[in-house]
């Protein structure tokens, strides 16, 4: 007679949970969007809440979903393109700007975030992108 086979499945954590972790993300994105932009206090809030995701990220704590790839496919190569473009921009507007006359992509998206709503919005886009890169 065979015996049939026993699955196992490790459960998520509690907090590892789209039940438990995305009422989190709302609130830190609410308090982030509260602080006005460029502040000292805005860089420290996205500084730590970052290096806390980095930290979770490369502790292990959280499973990854799928194994990493062991080789990088062709088509990623094309995503270095726009990529390294945006950095070239940013960089050289932001060292060779004076004033305001080459304002970096920063400087130019900061009148769509003047609302409060709108930065907690992209506060939680960006919080929810990197969650995904931790589970990654």
Same mark, same amino acid.
């Given at each position: 007679m065979d015996h049939p086979r026993e699955l196992t499945v490790e459960a998520p954590r509690a907090w590892d949970r789209p039940v438990v972790s995305v009422p989190v993300f709302i609130c830190l994105s609410l308090v982030g969007g509260q602080l006005p932009s460029f502040s000292t206090a805005a860089n420290l809030y996205t500084l730590g809440t970052g290096g806390a995701l980095i930290w979770v990220g490369l502790s292990n704590r959280v499973p990854p979903r799928r194994p990493a790839p062991r080789r990088l496919p062709s088509a990623a190569l094309w995503w270095l393109l726009p990529v390294t473009v945006f950095g070239? !921009?940013?960089g050289a507007t932001f060292v060779l700007s004076v004033g305001d006359d080459f304002p970096t992509?920063?400087? !130019?998206?900061?009148?769509?975030l003047e609302d409060e709503l709108a930065r907690s919005a992209a506060w939680f886009a960006w919080l929810t992108a990197f969650w995904g890169l931790v589970r990654r």
């Open positions: 070239v !921009l940013e992509f920063s400087r !130019l998206a900061d009148p769509m």
